[in-house]
């Protein structure tokens, strides 16, 4: 299916990438589980040479990614870390990043541990204020890295905005658009150069993949980060790759129940006497609704919100006592999971940042499943009593 920004969102869904297999009229891209290819002579060959380089299977995703979200290229990654690895590789010593400072902490882990002792410089502000962006600009910046919503506090950032910052200076943005899917966001349409996803959470969608991808708006952004996954070799298997082709078709269908679980279970929060403050974009009294609203189609089904006590200990026995939530790390799929961000997810960031960010010990995340609400809220219910909250 040819990239028409005129086919709606489920459509493209349904098809992008996919074509039928011209040898036998399968419906499904084969896996094509092959580690090279026959050549006829030296040099000829039908486009396919050695799996690290291309596959099938992953040519197949890679392309339903791109039209997904409105790029040109696609890149499929052995995980999503593996995918933010190769944009850092695109830079050298003395280099400089503006990040946002609420991340994904595995994301803030790299940058820290693996590229700053390396000699590139990192410069952690709050991009929800452009002036704070713009002010951290030099002649050295090369990359300014965004989460929008972010993870776990649910920021929203205007992308617009940064890109207006950025692109009349020739410096690259990259959003990773794991929390909203392409569904809800497509960064690039807003200015993005480059767009990150965690595959292993909407876009696989059933918590039985890892893999990452970076989608770009142009052959030359393209080009050496299509080398580096060539010369590192951290590539998406067929297999996988297969995975995420079946779960794209029922993408706009899940997120749609993601939403409206979401929305429901965020308003029930709110009532509740038990909890302090709920984090989600939806909500009218969250400071960055009016751009969430702008920019993305729906606020998702990612939920924050910290207890009234603020007591880790309650907070725990919430995570730890609920029946339908499953108590674990990840998000996207289509079962609801529940996590205790400062002693899982985001273990790793200072306990001073994470004070800055509000992620205290009585911080909770949800993603919240397609299951049925009313099963949701009731099972969130119960864990609250158990707690004493």
């Given at each position: 299916m040819?990239n028409?920004q005129?086919i709606?969102?489920?459509t493209?869904?349904?098809h992008a990438g996919?074509?039928?297999?011209?040898?036998t009229?399968?419906?499904?891209?084969p896996?094509?589980?092959?580690?090279?290819?026959v050549q006829?002579?030296v040099?000829?060959?039908?486009g396919?040479?050695?799996s690290?380089?291309?596959?099938?299977?992953?040519?197949?995703?890679?392309s339903?990614?791109?039209?997904l979200e409105?790029?040109?290229?696609?890149l499929a990654f052995?995980?999503?870390l593996?995918a933010?690895d190769t944009?850092?590789?695109?830079?050298k010593p003395?280099?400089e990043?503006?990040?946002g400072?609420?991340?994904y902490?595995?994301?803030?882990r790299l940058f820290?541990a693996?590229?700053?002792?390396?000699?590139i410089?990192?410069?952690f502000?709050d991009t929800?204020?452009p002036?704070?962006?713009?002010?951290?600009i030099?002649?050295n910046?090369?990359l300014?890295?965004l989460?929008?919503?972010?993870?776990?506090?649910?920021?929203?950032?205007?992308?617009?905005?940064?890109?207006?910052?950025?692109?009349?200076r020739?410096?690259?943005l990259a959003?990773?658009?794991t929390?909203?899917?392409?569904?809800?966001q497509?960064?690039i349409e807003h200015?993005?150069?480059?767009?990150?996803?965690?595959?292993?959470?909407y876009?696989?969608?059933h918590?039985d993949?890892?893999?990452g991808a970076?989608?770009?708006?142009s052959?030359?952004?393209n080009?050496?980060?299509q080398?580096i996954?060539?010369?590192c070799?951290a590539i998406?298997?067929?297999f996988?790759?297969?995975l995420v082709l079946?779960g794209l078709?029922?993408?706009h269908l899940?997120i749609?129940?993601h939403?409206?679980?979401?929305?429901k279970?965020a308003h029930?929060l709110c009532?509740?006497?038990g909890?302090g403050k709920?984090?989600?974009?939806?909500?009218?009294?969250?400071?960055?609704?009016?751009?969430?609203?702008?920019?993305m189609?729906?606020?998702g089904?990612?939920?924050?919100f910290?207890?009234a006590?603020k007591?880790?200990?309650?907070?725990?026995a919430?995570?730890?006592?609920?029946e339908?939530?499953?108590?674990?790390e990840?998000l996207?799929?289509v079962e609801?999971?529940?996590?205790?961000?400062?002693a899982?997810?985001?273990a790793?960031?200072?306990?001073?940042v994470?004070?800055k960010?509000g992620?205290?010990?009585?911080?909770?995340?949800l993603?919240v499943?397609?299951?049925?609400?009313?099963?949701?809220?009731?099972?969130?219910?119960q864990?609250?009593?158990?707690?004493?909250?």
């Open positions: 040819k028409n005129s709606g969102k489920g493209r869904a349904v996919v074509e039928p297999d011209p040898s009229g399968a419906i499904m891209t896996i094509f589980q092959t580690s090279t290819y006829e002579a040099g000829v060959h039908k396919w040479e050695y690290r380089s291309h596959n099938p299977t992953r040519a197949a995703l890679e339903a990614l791109a039209t409105n790029g040109t290229h696609g052995a995980s999503g593996a933010i944009v850092l590789k695109t830079l003395g280099d990043v503006i990040s400072e609420d991340l902490g595995g994301t803030a820290r693996n590229y700053a002792p390396m000699g410089v990192f410069h502000v929800q204020q002036a704070m962006v713009e002010a951290a030099n002649e910046t090369r300014v890295w989460e929008s919503p972010t993870n776990p506090v649910m920021q929203i950032t205007d992308i617009a905005a940064i890109a207006a910052l950025t692109k009349p020739g410096i690259l959003v990773d658009n929390f909203a899917s392409p569904m809800l497509r960064p200015g993005a150069d480059i767009v990150m996803h965690s595959v292993t959470k876009l696989g969608g918590s993949v890892v893999m970076l989608i770009s708006a052959a030359e952004i080009a050496p980060l080398t996954q060539n010369n070799g998406a298997q067929p996988d790759s297969f079946r078709k029922t993408l899940r749609e129940r939403c409206a679980n979401g929305r279970i029930w009532e509740h006497p909890v709920v984090y989600w974009p939806g909500l009218e009294d969250h400071p960055g609704h009016a751009i969430a609203a702008r920019q189609d729906d606020f089904g990612m939920i924050g910290e207890i006590t007591n880790e200990e309650q907070a725990k919430i995570v730890a006592s609920t339908l939530f499953t108590l674990a990840s996207g799929g609801s999971l529940i996590e205790h961000p400062a899982m997810t985001h790793s960031v200072s306990a001073e994470r004070a960010l992620i205290s010990g009585g911080f909770i995340r993603s499943g397609v299951e049925d609400a009313k099963d949701l809220i009731a099972d969130l219910d864990a609250f009593k158990k707690a004493g909250v």
